[in-house]
């Protein structure tokens, strides 16, 4: 009995320890606590938090819950004046900037309607733009507000998949993204967070030629071991990764930690925290996640250390990067912690030893693959496809995989890689081919990869087709010669629509995106909406009085594919 207690007592021991040094390793945020009021007029919860892991991106703000409604009164977190409105298909929708005097910034998104006068006005630079979608810089003397002020309505505008609040708070000189729950938001949490798998993965090769060993985890006294005890690894060197999630009290929701360290004999060597990040940067998730598991339909791992190639960010770490070496000794003490914003820690234990009785590596065959590396100008050329990869582009070393296939009418297909090792930034593509078409500028470049695909307009040069893309996969060119479609819902031409609301037309095109649609009511411009990228509605205002009138309808596809249709109704 005396001895399970020395033990226990051991444990609580090495856990405070943890605690105390991991209290130190990053630095004490001096953010303002209660400057801020919540943003939105329903009950007070979260349906995301921030820095939860989405596809190629961090959520970058908290996702308030609006009663699973549209249409819930927004008001201005604090005083201050509204310097920005932007409204987009897809993204943030309708939103709204506010900057404050201690210089923050706070974003609302996902709108409906903005207050009336800021309405007006954002619909009168729309019609002298003649541009839908804008992006206002607004003088601050023109929407000054207090705090509390209605500054529009809640709704599910934008990328948005559901009724919700999207509010941030970011530095307004640097535009950086700050966490708001560190500013003292009245959100309970008095819930540590749950971790749910350790990946141990061989740092002596590329994390992207190898599959890491995954070790479930069981909880003794609070704290998380490896369920079979004691890690053997035969490598020299090792890094760590961990699948967490956080929660609230009184949610079941799965959010996003805020901070993990890794500590080798006690001695924090890496971590991160999920603060202080921009939108140029929120693309380096694809670098602190297990991408090609991820991409394979496995788990979200977050790597404990960084990836050669992704040389800023959020982390943190001393010379070794996160990254433990077992040449001074074969065995080493781990331990992890995992924090959410309040400061509910959770802890992993572990020992990990290097197998001294496997004397020689495995090795690997020969291949005469060409390897990329991260930090370098990596290039592929033949005699069909040229492309270059910038030093940036890359996190990790992989070898590059190419191959010519042809489709059932006998035209090529060219497999560059495959979408399962990321890209930070975009390539330009150039594919050689022969057409018996004059137009070139009707070919577009098409990427496939299982069920996502995408399409460009091919630019001619020298006999080459080039295009940008920010993912590998299968590429081939093809000719666009067909104009986009247009269909009106319940509206036609010849029509009487004195009992109509709104007018909606749905846009759609062969390669999918629309370059550009216009409408004309009697030969002035008319603003249609386009929330979420097909639907164009137009809602019955000032600008269409009874009488008679003429709408042209026109639609543009990325190669110059145009449709024009003409309407004549009464009103």
Excluded at 12 to 22: C, D, K, P, R
Excluded at 324 to 352: L, Q, R, Y
Aim: one cysteine or more; aromatic letters at 14%; hydrophobic letters at 35%.
């Amino acid at each position: 009995m005396r001895k399970d207690l020395t033990v226990l007592y051991g444990f609580i021991a090495l856990s405070l320890i943890s605690a105390n040094v991991q209290a130190q390793y990053f630095e004490k945020k001096d953010y303002p606590q209660q400057y801020f009021q919540w943003p939105v007029g329903a009950k007070i919860g979260l349906v995301a938090n921030f820095g939860e892991l989405r596809p190629n991106h961090f959520h970058m703000g908290l996702d308030c819950r609006t009663d699973q409604v549209e249409n819930k009164p927004v008001y201005a977190a604090a005083s201050g004046y509204i310097a920005k409105v932007k409204i987009e298909a897809s993204g943030f929708g309708r939103a709204i900037y506010v900057n404050h005097p201690n210089g923050l910034t706070t974003l609302y998104a996902h709108l409906n309607d903005f207050y009336p006068a800021l309405e007006q006005y954002v619909k009168e630079q729309q019609y002298k733009l003649k541009k839908w979608n804008v992006f206002l810089d607004i003088p601050s003397n023109l929407f000054p507000l207090n705090q509390g002020d209605l500054i529009a309505f809640s709704g599910n505008t934008g990328g948005s998949q559901g009724p919700h609040l999207h509010f941030e708070i970011r530095n307004t000189k640097t535009d950086k993204v700050l966490n708001p729950l560190l500013m003292g938001f009245p959100i309970a949490d008095n819930i540590a967070p749950n971790i749910i798998r350790l990946a141990v993965y061989d740092r002596t090769v590329s994390t992207y030629e190898q599959t890491p060993k995954i070790y479930p985890l069981k909880k003794v006294n609070g704290l998380y071991q490896p369920a079979l005890g004691k890690i053997m690894v035969n490598t020299d060197k090792v890094s760590f990764a961990i699948s967490a999630f956080d929660y609230y009290t009184g949610s079941t929701n799965q959010n996003g930690i805020y901070e993990a360290v890794v500590y080798n004999e006690d001695k924090p060597i890496a971590g991160f925290q999920m603060d202080n990040i921009s939108y140029a940067e929120t693309r380096y998730l694809n670098a602190h996640i297990d991408f090609k598991l991820r991409a394979g339909g496995g788990a979200y791992l977050q790597h404990l250390s960084k990836l050669p190639g992704y040389t800023d960010g959020f982390y943190k770490t001393n010379e070794s990067n996160g990254i433990v070496s077992f040449e001074d000794k074969p065995e080493h003490d781990i331990k992890i912690t995992v924090a959410d914003p309040n400061g509910n820690i959770s802890k992993i234990h572990f020992e990990i030893e290097k197998n001294t009785t496997i004397t020689n590596k495995p090795i690997f065959a020969a291949t005469s693959q060409k390897q990329f590396h991260p930090g370098f100008i990596n290039v592929f050329e033949n005699d069909h496809v040229h492309f270059y990869l910038g030093e940036n582009a890359i996190y990790d070393s992989f070898y590059f995989k190419y191959n010519e296939t042809k489709d059932l009418k006998g035209k090529p297909i060219y497999q560059i890689h495959n979408a399962t090792i990321p890209l930070q930034s975009y390539f330009t593509l150039k594919i050689k081919e022969d057409f018996l078409w004059k137009d070139t500028g009707k070919i577009v470049m098409f990427r496939s990869y299982g069920p996502k695909t995408d399409y460009k307009k091919a630019d001619y040069e020298n006999g080459w087709y080039k295009a940008a893309f920010r993912e590998f996969g299968n590429f081939r060119l093809l000719i666009d010669s067909t104009p986009p479609s247009i269909n009106a819902v319940g509206f036609s031409n010849g029509m009487n629509a004195s009992k109509l609301s709104r007018i909606l037309f749905v846009i759609t095109d062969d390669t999918e995106d629309i370059k550009e649609f216009n409408a004309l009511l009697d030969g002035k411009w008319l603003r249609f909406t386009n929330d979420k990228g097909r639907n164009f509605i137009y809602r019955f205002d000032e600008f269409c009085p009874p009488g008679q009138h003429e709408l042209v309808i026109t639609a543009e596809d990325q190669v110059g594919n145009i449709t024009k249709k003409i309407y004549n109704f009464t009103r």
